[in-house]
């Protein structure tokens, strides 16, 4: 055999090995990113899905001589079954008293 032919073989040899590891490193960095993807799909769903729970927000509004507590549902979803208890009012003076309306027993 002659030399020239024994480096031709040997230059398309590890042509061919690089050219096979480049294919390699490709597909494992495609595979990893795909995975990548679905995870974060899979996180962002279930924040959205959290999104969508009802949220109450509360607010006092002074009128007057009175206080009135303000409850605004402002999630996506309509809130259901909610009971608001009020045990004890601190800091009133005398009055320990609470009004509440209809509203407030349903």
Same mark, same amino acid.
Do not use: W
């Given at each position: 055999?002659? %030399?020239?032919? #024994?480096?031709? &073989?040997? @230059? &398309?040899?590890?042509?061919?090995?690089?050219?096979?590891?480049?294919?390699?490193?490709?597909?494992?960095?495609? #595979?990893?990113?795909? #995975?990548?993807?679905?995870?974060?799909? %899979? $996180?962002?769903?279930?924040?959205? $899905?959290?999104?969508?729970?009802?949220?109450?927000?509360? !607010?006092?509004?002074?009128?007057?001589?009175?206080?009135?507590?303000?409850?605004?549902?402002?999630?996506?979803? #309509?809130?259901? =079954?909610?009971?608001?208890?009020? !045990? &004890? $009012?601190?800091?009133?003076?005398?009055?320990? =008293?609470?009004?509440?309306? &209809?509203?407030?027993? @349903?």
């Amino acid at each position: 055999m002659n %030399v020239l032919e #024994v480096l031709k &073989e040997i @230059s &398309e040899s590890i042509a061919n090995n690089s050219n096979e590891k480049i294919a390699l490193y490709s597909l494992i960095i495609s #595979v990893l990113a795909l #995975v990548i993807t679905i995870i974060f799909n %899979v $996180i962002t769903h279930k924040q959205y $899905i959290r999104s969508l729970d009802p949220l109450l927000s509360f !607010k006092l509004i002074k009128g007057k001589y009175e206080l009135y507590l303000s409850i605004t549902n402002t999630g996506g979803a #309509v809130a259901k =079954d909610i009971a608001i208890n009020i !045990k &004890e $009012i601190y800091n009133n003076g005398n009055y320990n =008293d609470l009004e509440l309306d &209809e509203l407030s027993n @349903s």
